[in-house]
């Protein structure tokens, strides 16, 4: 399957093709955005959308997703600190808090230093302005925590639209963001009042993998 | 699955929703246009990449494409001219070339009138100009043909961003188009000398399913 993204797609009528000094470079996202993703896997286990609050200059990332899990719908409410090495999980509904130990390290949202370049595409149409949007594809392989995957970050901003992991679970998860701003509300990122009265609690192993902090 | 795309993600910090005021209508894509395209299936049996050419006008399509099938390489190079009920399939390699009868008609590429409205949305970012592109997505349902769909058009333009078709055959399949151009090389859409000499072949039933032409 990755073979394929070798063989340059040059037939009759295009060539594409970027020479190495025009080759675009790994870059990291704006430190403070908000935007909305949908989440989808190859073997249909899980399927969720949501919203995100991104703000890498203070170390913190707001997560609320409701979805379907082996067909159940579920709804989460996360809140990432990492400065402060903590993690809540909210239920507005119920008006409850679980406050977690996460030993995890921040790692900024970024094309990893060692992908290799694929192409560089426009979605849509440059035939025009405002019909069209410059992206960048990457892959590569992180042994042990997503195999292959394959991201697309945006040419101009460095915004993501577009995750493949390869990951044993579930076969290929695609994650695709969009309705990203720059800049965030900071109350995102304050605990509701209900959870200060949660008390710290040890979970497994203290470590999160998520979307975010995948790559490194 | 599809149940998911009516759960609006009105969650904490974004509650998305258009009026009807502002609801997209489907479209149709240009009527003349050259691009590239990426398709993958659930299944993993076919991935490929390739080129098209499409011109609504004189009724034809020009696609060049290649990748694996059941992991067989392969090349499939071919000319869908629908007012001459006929298409070619080329082997440029072998300069050898089929003809073959064609009795489907010419469906434009556009998204299916009875398509339902799913959502907007900006790719990549909109806080500043060139770093975003709007989008509208749309789902259905074509029984027997693409049992459910999910189409995403650019709200500029009408060009095709992404499809995903549920079929019996490979799962859901991921069509992802991009490098759209307006206009097309005329000489896309001319059989190459070597096909000048090929009988017409008539094939099992002479009606041809390809990704242009399953919504009508």
């Given amino acids: ?6 063989m340059t797609a040059g037939l009759l009528c295009l060539a594409p093709g970027l020479s190495s000094a025009q080759r675009p470079r790994p870059c990291r996202s704006p430190l403070l955005y908000t935007g909305s993703f949908t989440v989808g896997t190859q073997n249909e286990k899980l399927w969720a959308v949501g919203n995100y609050a991104y703000d890498a200059v203070n170390q913190r990332i707001y997560l609320g997703e409701v979805g379907r899990y082996n067909n159940n719908s579920f709804i989460y409410d996360v809140l990432f600190l990492f400065d402060e090495g903590v993690l809540y999980e ?8 679980v406050k977690e130990a996460l030993h995890s390290d921040f790692h900024p949202m970024q094309v990893p230093k060692d992908a290799a370049f694929v192409s560089q595409v426009v979605l849509g149409s440059n035939s025009s302005l405002v019909q069209g949007l410059l992206v960048n594809n990457w892959r590569g392989y992180i042994p042990g925590i997503t195999d292959h995957y394959f991201v697309s970050f945006t040419e101009f901003g460095c915004f993501p639209v577009l995750m493949l992991i390869q990951t044993k679970d579930f076969g290929w998860v695609g994650l695709s963001y969009y309705n990203n701003i720059l800049g965030a509300d900071p109350n995102c990122f304050i605990p509701p009042p209900f959870c200060e009265d949660a ?5 497994e192993d203290g470590k999160v993998t998520n979307f975010f902090s995948v790559f490194h």
Same sequence: chains 1, 2.
């Fill in 199 to 203: 008390t710290l609690v040890e979970n």
């Fill in 90 to 97: 909210i239920n507005r509904q119920n008006q409850t808090c």
């Fill in 1 to 6: 399957m990755q073979a394929v993204f070798w």
